[in-house]
C-alpha cells in the first residue's frame, strides 16, 4: 500500500523558512512524478512544485514551480530515503496552507507537473502558516 507521509509544518513569521519533507513507503515504481501541492481556506488546490524521477533518480532538468514560489522555493529528493523536500524560504502570509505531497507514475508530461488531476496517490498534508 503506498503512503506518502508528510511532516515539517508549523507556523512562522514573515521572511522565516520551513522545510516540509515526504517520506514514501510502499511505493513500486522506479519512474514517477512527484510534486507538492497547496490549499489555502475557500480557494482551489494548486501547485507549487514538482519533479519526474526515472529510474529513481531525479530526471535533471524536470523541476517545476510556480511563479508565486519561483525563487523562494526549492523543491528536492533523497534518492536513497525515498524521500521529497519542499525548502521555502522568504515565506509570505499569502503561503499560508494545507501543504500535500503528491506522485504518480509514469513521469508526468510537461506542463502538466503542477496539475492535480493526474496525481494518483497523496498524503495527508501539513498545515503551514505565516503571520506578518
Known amino acids: 500500500q503506498v503512503q506518502l507521509m508528510e511532516s515539517g509544518g508549523g507556523s512562522v513569521q514573515a521572511g522565516g523558512s520551513l522545510r516540509l519533507s515526504c517520506a514514501a513507503s510502499?511505493?513500486?515504481?522506479?519512474?514517477?512524478?512527484m510534486g507538492w501541492f497547496r490549499q489555502a481556506p475557500g480557494k482551489e488546490r494548486e501547485g507549487v512544485a514538482s519533479?519526474?524521477?526515472?529510474?529513481?533518480?531525479?530526471?535533471?532538468?524536470?523541476?517545476v514551480y510556480a511563479d508565486s514560489v519561483k525563487g523562494r522555493f526549492t523543491i528536492s529528493r533523497d534518492n536513497a530515503k525515498n524521500t521529497l523536500y519542499l525548502q521555502m524560504n522568504s515565506l509570505k502570509p499569502e503561503d499560508t496552507a494545507i501543504y500535500y505531497c503528491?506522485?504518480?507514475?509514469?513521469?508526468?508530461?510537461?506542463?502538466?507537473?503542477?496539475?492535480?488531476?493526474?496525481?494518483?496517490?497523496w498524503g495527508q498534508g501539513t498545515q503551514v502558516t505565516v503571520s506578518s
Open positions: 503528491a506522485a504518480q507514475s509514469p513521469p508526468c508530461s510537461r506542463g502538466f507537473q503542477l496539475s492535480a488531476k493526474g496525481y494518483t496517490y
Open positions: 510502499g511505493y513500486p515504481y522506479s519512474s514517477s512524478c
Open positions: 519533479i519526474n524521477i526515472v529510474g529513481g533518480f531525479t530526471l535533471g532538468g524536470s523541476t
